[in-house]
C-alpha cells in the first residue's frame, strides 16, 4: 500500500489507559484516571435527560448545519450565528483549519511544548512547523510574532497551555495580534478557557470580535463533562466559518451531542460552581505538592504539571509505577515535558490517592 510521504513522521496520538484495561492488567480494586483532563463529574443532570428524550430520533441524520447549537452559541456570545463554527470536538476544527490554509511549504507558528495535534496537522499538509520554545514554561509572545514569515498561515496559542498549564493575559494576545499580518489566521485555542479564574478570560472575545483573522476555538469535551460525545465550536468570521464548511463531511456532528451541548449551555451556574471546584482542588494539590517538597507549574486549566525528576531515571519510569498502583497520569515524556507528569484535576479524595500512590514510588513502593 502506498500512503503519504510524511506518515512515518506522525506519531498516533495515545490517550490514557482505560480505567477498566488497568485494573484488569494490574489486578486492582481501585483505580483512578487522571491522564485525560476529562472533568471528574459527570454532565449536568438536565443535560441527560435532554440526551434520553432525543434516543428515539437516531433513525434521522443530524442537522448537518448544526443550527440550533450555532443560535444558542450565537445568542450566548451576542454575534452572528454565521461566525460560529461546529465540529466533532475542537481537534476537528484545526485539522478542518489546516485543509483550508495550509499548502506545502507554508508554515505553522506555534510553543514548544504545545498541544500534539498542531504538529501532525502540519505534517498531513506538507507543511513547516516553527516552534518557539515557552519561557518559563509560558507562552514567548514577542518570540511567537518574531517568527512569523512570508509563508506563514497560521499562528495557533494554546490558553491555557497544555501540557503546563500557562495562562497569557488578553492583554498580551490583543499585542500579539497587533503584530501579525492580517493574512495569517491566529487561532486562539481556548480548550481549557472555563477553568480560568483570571478576571480577563473572556476578555479574548473581544479581540474576536475586532480582527477578522482571529479564530477562538472552545469545547464542551471539559468543563461541560461531554468528552464521549465530542462536540466542540469556533468563533470566527463568516469567511473563515464558510471556508470550512466547504471540507468538513456532512453529519460531522452527531445528534446527542448537539443536543446535550445545547442544553449544557444553559447552565452557567452549574459551569460556575465547577470552575470554583476545580480551582479548589487545583490549589489543594499544590499546596500538598509543596508540602512535600515536590515543585509544580502553577496552572489556570485543570491540569497540573508535577515535578518527577528525582523519583525514578525517568519520566516514563514514574508513570508506569503509578499506573501499576492504580494512578494513572500523562508521562511529560511523550509531551515535550521530560522529568515531569501532567497529572488532571480530579475530586479531592482522586488527588489524595495520586498523592499516596507518588509517595509510594518515591519511597521505593
Request: proline share 5%; net charge negative; charged share 25%.
Amino acid at each position: 500500500m502506498r500512503f503519504i510521504s510524511t506518515l512515518d513522521r506522525i506519531v498516533p496520538y495515545e490517550p490514557g489507559a482505560p480505567i477498566e484495561h488497568v485494573m484488569r492488567r494490574y489486578g486492582l480494586e481501585e483505580v483512578v484516571k487522571l491522564a485525560s483532563n476529562e472533568f471528574p463529574l459527570p454532565p449536568f443532570e438536565a443535560v441527560k435527560r435532554a440526551v434520553v428524550a432525543a434516543l428515539d430520533d437516531l433513525n434521522r441524520y443530524p442537522d448537518g448545519s448544526s443550527l440550533t447549537l450555532r443560535e444558542a452559541l450565537a445568542a450566548h456570545y451576542d454575534r452572528d450565528p454565521e461566525g460560529v463554527a461546529i465540529g466533532n470536538g475542537s481537534c476537528e476544527l484545526l485539522m478542518l483549519l489546516a485543509d483550508v490554509l495550509l499548502e506545502p511549504g507554508d508554515e505553522v507558528v506555534f510553543a514548544d511544548p504545545s498541544f500534539l495535534v498542531y504538529t501532525d496537522i502540519c505534517l498531513t499538509h506538507a507543511a513547516r512547523t516553527v516552534r518557539v520554545p515557552l519561557s518559563d514554561f509560558a507562552h514567548d509572545l514577542d518570540a511567537l510574532a518574531a517568527a512569523v514569515s512570508d509563508r506563514t498561515r497560521m499562528l495557533i496559542v494554546c490558553n491555557p497551555n497544555n501540557p503546563t498549564g500557562t495562562y497569557v493575559a488578553a492583554e498580551g494576545i490583543a499585542q500579539l495580534v497587533e503584530r501579525v499580518p492580517d493574512d495569517v489566521l491566529i487561532v486562539l485555542d481556548e480548550a481549557y478557557n472555563e477553568f480560568v479564574t483570571a478576571p480577563d478570560a473572556q476578555d479574548t472575545l473581544a479581540i474576536e470580535r475586532e480582527h477578522d483573522n482571529v479564530c477562538i476555538l472552545r469545547t464542551f469535551s471539559k468543563i461541560y463533562g461531554l468528552c464521549g460525545l465530542r462536540v466542540g465550536y469556533g468563533l470566527c468570521s463568516p469567511d473563515v466559518k464558510a471556508a470550512l464548511d466547504k471540507v468538513r463531511q456532512p453529519f460531522n456532528v452527531n445528534h446527542l451531542a448537539q443536543v446535550a451541548a445545547t442544553e449544557a449551555l444553559k447552565h452557567q451556574d452549574e459551569v460556575e460552581e465547577r470552575r470554583r471546584l476545580n480551582a479548589h482542588v487545583r490549589g489543594y494539590l499544590a499546596e500538598r505538592l509543596a508540602a512535600a517538597g515536590r515543585a509544580s507549574v502553577p496552572s489556570e486549566a485543570n491540569f497540573t504539571l508535577v515535578d518527577v525528576h528525582d523519583v525514578c531515571p525517568s519520566g516514563v519510569a514514574v508513570c508506569l509505577r503509578l499506573m501499576e498502583l492504580g494512578a494513572i497520569v500523562r508521562d511529560g515524556n511523550q509531551l515535550g515535558c521530560p522529568g515531569w507528569a501532567r497529572v488532571s484535576i480530579g475530586t479531592r479524595e482522586e488527588v489524595d490517592f495520586f498523592l499516596d500512590k507518588l509517595s509510594a514510588v518515591g519511597a521505593g513502593g
